[in-house]
């Protein structure tokens, strides 16, 4: 039975969630714990969330900061971030199998920067300071990279011929906040050039996309993402500054204060690039149990792409993997951008894209409106 609309209503941000490369490299552990058994080690958190990191470290996942944590013979994975050259020589030194989980857009750059390195061209990468993916990209290239953190970094550049210089993007900023780092970049440097294709990851763009739209009616944006995520992050900043009164980023719905619902009659609900749906529909039945019932789809964008599995974890090749038999051989994998159908896993169920649906949790209709039911 429905419950009765109190003119309340949630504007379902649409993308939200998992990217590609981040269901990749969840799946990826997953994959490795049930052909190799626990432990699987992984390099940094695979990706930017607390539930998916704490999830997976119950199912055997050990998180280590540095290479030396893992024992020789072991297996470790590397995260959906990327990590320099000088990371796969320590696995190699310390007798370790290794599973490469790097967003296949993040190898991407990595490739034009060893080019442009090559090509002795001073390189400039937009990103922030400290960020894994960062720092991975950079160590492909150290002598030839310089981090441009912003417009404000780039009176301190200094490049030693203007005419050889390229710009280069930590893959998980905004189209528009690259771009203005770009421009003023390209005041200093006229013959600045852009790489020969787009570094930017699609996701976060579609997901700020959708925020943008929500945004001019939402009084109150919630979040949800964790605090070291800076795509989650920045959905916030977005948000505010498309028109929302308030906007608060969660890791959990428990986290919501009702005081932010004080006169609010539109909340805008929407998730990082590494949130799981679960999250997202824990966050919804909360609302729903406060009258906020009524769910509204904001669709920015369609989403299809999907990316394949390390080869170590795809079924045709596993076999002739020598990581079960020999997990101190080096079995390091190059991922690839080819599509692969997308393994069944219990981090991300989404039943608001399909039939299933949680009892008293809002349901979408085919208009693309959702009211809770049961």
Do not use: C, M, W
């Given at each position: 039975m429905n419950t009765p609309t109190t003119g309340r209503r949630v504007l379902l941000a649409a993308p939200r969630g998992y990217c590609a490369g981040v269901d990749r490299a969840v799946i990826a552990v997953e994959k490795a714990l049930e052909q190799y058994g626990a432990p699987v080690y992984v390099r940094h958190e695979i990706v930017h969330n607390k539930y998916v990191v704490q999830t997976l470290e119950r199912k055997g996942a050990v998180f280590v900061e540095r290479t030396e944590e893992v024992p020789p013979g072991n297996i470790v994975m590397f995260s959906a971030h990327g990590v320099a050259p000088v990371v796969h020589e320590e696995a190699e030194r310390g007798r370790l199998a290794t599973i490469d989980a790097t967003c296949p857009l993040v190898t991407k750059v990595h490739k034009e920067a060893v080019r442009f390195a090559k090509e002795d061209y001073d390189i400039l990468l937009i990103g922030h300071e400290?960020?894994?993916?960062?720092?991975?990209?950079?160590?492909?290239?150290?002598?030839?990279?310089q981090l441009v953190d912003g417009p404000g970094d780039v009176a301190g550049v200094e490049v030693r011929d203007p005419s050889k210089v390229v710009w280069l993007s930590q893959t998980t900023l905004s189209v528009d906040e690259t771009m203005e780092t770009v421009d003023a970049l390209k005041e200093k440097f006229p013959q600045l050039i852009s790489p020969p294709s787009d570094d930017i990851c699609y996701a976060p763009q579609n997901r700020q996309l959708a925020v943008k739209q929500m945004g001019a009616e939402a009084?109150?944006?919630?979040?949800?993402?964790?605090r070291n995520s800076s795509n989650?992050?920045?959905?916030v900043e977005v948000a505010k500054l498309a028109g929302a009164r308030e906007a608060y980023l969660v890791d959990f719905a428990d986290e919501i204060d009702e005081a932010w619902l004080e006169g609010v009659t539109t909340v805008g609900v929407t998730s990082g690039a590494s949130v799981p749906e679960v999250l997202v529909e824990q966050v919804l039945e909360w609302?729903?149990?406060?009258?906020?019932?009524?769910?509204?789809?904001?669709?920015?964008?369609?989403?299809?792409?999907?990316?394949?599995?390390?080869?170590?974890?795809?079924p045709s090749l596993a076999r002739r993997s020598r990581l079960k038999e020999g997990r101190g051989a080096r079995a390091?994998?190059?991922?690839?951008?080819?599509?692969?159908a997308s393994s069944d896993h219990l981090l991300h169920p989404c039943p608001h894209e399909?039939?299933?649906?949680?009892?008293?949790?809002?349901?979408?209709?085919?208009?693309?409106?959702a009211r809770s039911g049961q």
């Open positions: 400290g960020h894994e993916e960062v720092i991975g990209t950079s160590g492909e290239a150290p002598d030839h990279i009084e109150l944006v919630i979040v949800v993402g964790s989650s992050k920045r959905l609302l729903a149990q406060r009258g906020y019932g009524d769910v509204e789809l904001v669709k920015a964008a369609e989403e299809s792409i999907t990316f394949s599995l390390p080869k170590e974890l795809r390091s994998s190059r991922p690839s951008s080819s599509a692969d399909t039939d299933a649906a949680r009892v008293s949790s809002p349901k979408v209709t085919n208009d693309g409106r």
